[in-house]
Each structure stands twice: as C-alpha cells, then as structure tokens.
C-alpha cells in the first residue's frame, strides 16, 4: 500500500513540474483580449478587464447562494419546501443593485466609445480601401499610394504541392509586400471603404477594427507613441481568399518616417508614364 502511495505521489509530482514547467507556454497562448500599444486599446482592456472582474463577482455570490441554498435545505436533512408572499423590499433591492451595477459599467464604456471615435483634429489622413484580396493605402496629406498585398514567399508556400514548408516561412500568410508606415506619436485618421465586397480592417495592437464596405466610408484614428510592427488581418469572410489578406503596420520615428516617403515619391515618379517615356528618348 505504502508503495502505491509513493508511485501516485511521484506522479504528482511530476505532473506538476510540467504544469510549472508549461506555464511559460500557456502564458504566451493568451486567451485573454491583447492589451495593444496605443491609448484607446489601453482603455479598451481596462474597461475589459473592469466588466470581466464584475462578471466573475455577480457570478460567485449568485452560483454560491445557489449551491448553498441547494446543499443546506436539501431533503436527506429534513429541510421542508418554504412558503412566503413577495416581499417589497426584496423586489425594490434587487431592482436597484442590478441597475446601479448596469450604470457602473455604462459610464466607463460610454467614456471609452467617445474617444474611440473620436476622429477630430487629425495630424494625417489615411484612404483604406479593400480589394479581393488585398488593401490600398492612399496618404491624403502626402500624394503617396500603393496596394499591399501577401508577401511572395508566403503566398508561393501556400500553393497546393508547392514543396514548401509553411514552418520556414518567416511570418507566414501574416506578412505583406507593401507594409502601412505611420509616424510615431502622431494622431492618424483612418477613411475606410472597399471596391467590392465587405472587408474589415483590422490590427490588434491598436485595439479596434472597422468594416470596410463598399459604398461607405468608416472612419476610425490611432496614435502609437513606440515605434515597432504590429500586424493585422482582414476579418470579415470576403471570398475564397480571404485568409490571405494580412495587414502589416510599421511604426517609424519622424525622421525614418520622412525618409521613407520622399522615397516612395522618388519611386512613383520614377515608375510614372512621363518618366518612362523621357529615359526611352535618352
């Protein structure tokens, strides 16, 4: 007997060094809603959060008077069925907790959908246009345009019998040819619209997303103080290729960022059919 208890307690153990040895990895798994790297996505987890933690509240004092109630008057204890008239005071109580609960979460909410579409006094105005499947970025203040599209070695590795392995595919199906670049620590107005069907505009990091419909213009804002990269996708169903629709964000200081678009202008008037014809005459 006593060996018998010396197997299950090793295998106790052992399975809770992997659970600990596992926490790493189900850390990085994140069930929970991203936190993002701008203010309003911020605000938006904390309202999250705020909402999750009264929900588990309400949920412990109604699940344990329910358990309570079923385990202390059960009928093996000789408990007898309760005969009562309503009460004016338990029916105004428990109209009144429920409503100031319901306020308590509508004011931060309420605070939170203000600001998050709250477009005014932009320093840079993005056109989003989607296509079946790719996106077309059109800079209003800086006459630069380009489509962004998968980039060419994850849409190779995603070809039926291409031979490729999808695993040495850096980023794969998650990575673009043309990135969206933003500067940091200005506020971006979004105009969102698509050429054909509905698609949805949409990056984590930033903590919203907007439907792109044909027809309509969404308009939404960010603001990313960090520079980095922060990746997206299109989520709403648009067709047969609508998992191929990645959206790459990449954040760059106002001196990088500056460079980056007298490039891009350089580039279109180079590409351009008045440039073209001038080089053939030379």
């Known amino acids: 007997m006593s060996q018998n208890k010396s197997v299950w307690l090793h295998r106790a153990l052992l399975g809770g060094a992997m659970l600990l040895g596992a926490g790493g990895a189900v850390a990085e798994y994140?069930?929970?809603m991203t936190q993002g790297v701008t203010e309003v996505s911020g605000e938006v987890y904390r309202l999250h959060m705020l909402i999750f933690y009264i929900c588990c509240a309400i949920a412990v004092v109604v699940f344990g008077a329910m358990f309570y109630s079923i385990w202390k008057h059960r009928k093996s204890v000789g408990a007898q069925a309760a005969n009562f008239h309503e009460s004016t005071t338990v029916e105004i109580i428990w109209t009144i907790v429920p409503f100031a609960i319901l306020i308590s979460m509508a004011i931060p909410a309420t605070k939170a959908l203000i600001n998050l579409e709250d477009t005014s006094d932009p320093d840079m105005t993005i056109k989003v246009t989607g296509y079946q499947w790719m996106w077309h970025y059109d800079y209003a203040d800086e006459g630069v345009s380009f489509f962004s599209r998968l980039d060419e070695k994850s849409n190779a590795a995603r070809q039926m019998n291409s031979g490729i392995d999808p695993a040495s595919v850096e980023d794969y199906l998650?990575?673009?040819?043309?990135?969206?670049?933003?500067?940091?620590?200005?506020?971006?107005?979004?105009?969102?619209t698509a050429n054909d069907v509905i698609h949805s505009w949409w990056v984590p990091s930033l903590g919203w997303k907007k439907d792109a419909i044909p027809g309509y213009i969404n308009e939404a804002w960010t603001k990313v103080e960090q520079p980095g990269v922060y990746r997206g996708q299109c989520a709403e169903l648009c067709g047969k290729d609508h998992g191929f629709m990645p959206i790459v964000v990449e954040v760059m200081e106002q001196g990088a960022y500056d460079a980056w678009v007298a490039a891009q202008k350089a580039t279109a008037q180079n590409d351009s059919p008045v440039a073209t014809v001038v080089a053939a005459a030379n």
């Not at 998650?174 to 969102?192: E, H, Q, T």
């Open 30 to 32: 994140g069930l929970n």
């Open 174 to 192: 998650l990575n673009v040819d043309n990135r969206l670049v933003l500067p940091a620590g200005k506020k971006v107005r979004f105009l969102i």
